[in-house]
């Protein structure tokens, strides 16, 4: 296997892996950088989600409402949001301004990226038609959804309980769609720079998540001359509190194909063999 450069570049749907391995004699070792863009296909989907952003919704709960979000690397959202909604709770109309702290998480497990968050809201409401202004409002709110890969939707239902002074409590659930930050397509990318005696293999990579989050790793691997493959496992720096606890691990054989990989990254597990 020696004398021979390894790269493979891929794309399975919505993912896009850009890899560089260089292999050369154990006479000759040395260090290389390379970035490719080129795409080829996989028979499976690895997609990894950072529902990090901002959203905005009119229509969610008749409510004027915004929501700024923050995933970590181990898959934990932590956000606030504010809100102006007008709301029916026991057939009186009311007006409600609220702020909102979000907690939750994002998991994914044989594909199917799963999110939960829960919120605790507080503020005020107003009830014109009984000339009650200034009422102290608060609520909760549990969400479950799922990320549809292919329409980069958010997708689930949400139990929402409100209660307002002097007027009671209203509990409902609400099935909602809510759309992806536009530069969240699950696809990443994988930017490596590894030295190889022939035998062994060290280094370095840059994982890039499609919305540019970029994830600092080490390479560390083996090449097998028998069975003309090398082996590769790349863990993410404890310096980097993103990368911290997150891997992948890949196989490449002598003809330059991906024979499998699989990994943990922001809590989602992904595999393709």
């Given at each position: 296997?020696?004398?021979?450069?390894?790269?493979?570049?891929?794309?399975?749907?919505?993912?896009?892996?850009?890899?560089?391995?260089?292999?050369?004699?154990?006479?000759?070792?040395?260090?290389?950088?390379?970035?490719?863009?080129?795409?080829?296909?996989?028979?499976?989907?690895?997609?990894?989600?950072?529902?990090?952003?901002?959203?905005?919704?009119?229509?969610?709960?008749?409510?004027?409402?915004?929501?700024?979000?923050?995933?970590?690397?181990?898959?934990?959202?932590?956000?606030?949001?504010?809100?102006?909604?007008?709301?029916?709770?026991?057939?009186?109309?009311?007006?409600?301004?609220?702020?909102?702290?979000?907690?939750?998480?994002?998991?994914?497990?044989?594909?199917?990226?799963?999110?939960?968050?829960?919120m605790k809201f507080?503020?005020?409401?107003?009830?014109?038609?009984?000339?009650?202004?200034?009422?102290?409002?608060?609520?909760?709110?549990q969400l479950k959804?799922?990320?549809?890969?292919?329409?980069?939707?958010?997708?689930?239902?949400?139990?929402?309980?409100?209660?307002?002074?002097?007027?009671?409590?209203?509990?409902?659930?609400?099935?909602?769609?809510?759309?992806?930050?536009?530069?969240?397509?699950?696809?990443?990318?994988?930017?490596?720079?590894?030295?190889?005696?022939?035998?062994?293999?060290?280094?370095?990579?840059?994982?890039?998540?499609?919305?540019?989050?970029?994830?600092?790793?080490?390479?560390?691997?083996?090449?097998?001359?028998?069975?003309?493959?090398?082996?590769?496992?790349?863990?993410?720096?404890?310096?980097?509190?993103?990368?911290?606890?997150?891997?992948?691990?890949?196989?490449?054989?002598?003809?330059?194909?991906?024979?499998?990989?699989?990994?943990?990254?922001?809590?989602?597990?992904?595999?393709?063999?």
């Amino acid at each position: 296997m020696g004398h021979k450069i390894l790269g493979r570049v891929f794309k399975q749907g919505i993912m896009t892996l850009v890899m560089m391995l260089v292999f050369l004699s154990p006479i000759n070792l040395c260090a290389e950088e390379f970035y490719f863009n080129s795409e080829y296909d996989l028979p499976c989907n690895a997609s990894i989600w950072d529902i990090t952003g901002s959203y905005d919704d009119d229509e969610m709960l008749d409510c004027d409402l915004t929501m700024n979000l923050v995933q970590d690397g181990k898959g934990k959202i932590t956000g606030y949001g504010c809100a102006d909604c007008e709301t029916n709770i026991d057939g009186v109309w009311i007006g409600i301004d609220f702020c909102y702290d979000v907690k939750g998480s994002v998991k994914q497990k044989k594909r199917i990226a799963e999110i939960k968050m829960k919120m605790k809201f507080k503020g005020t409401g107003d009830v014109p038609s009984e000339d009650l202004y200034n009422l102290k409002f608060n609520g909760t709110e549990q969400l479950k959804a799922v990320i549809n890969s292919y329409a980069q939707t958010i997708e689930g239902m949400m139990k929402v309980k409100a209660c307002i002074q002097k007027v009671g409590c209203e509990k409902t659930e609400v099935v909602f769609e809510e759309d992806l930050p536009y530069d969240m397509d699950g696809a990443w990318f994988l930017d490596v720079n590894v030295d190889d005696d022939g035998k062994k293999i060290i280094g370095d990579a840059v994982l890039t998540l499609a919305n540019g989050r970029q994830l600092h790793m080490a390479a560390k691997g083996k090449i097998n001359t028998k069975k003309e493959e090398a082996k590769v496992t790349f863990k993410g720096l404890k310096t980097d509190a993103d990368a911290k606890g997150n891997s992948l691990q890949v196989t490449v054989d002598d003809d330059i194909n991906i024979i499998s990989f699989k990994g943990n990254v922001l809590n989602q597990k992904i595999q393709c063999k």
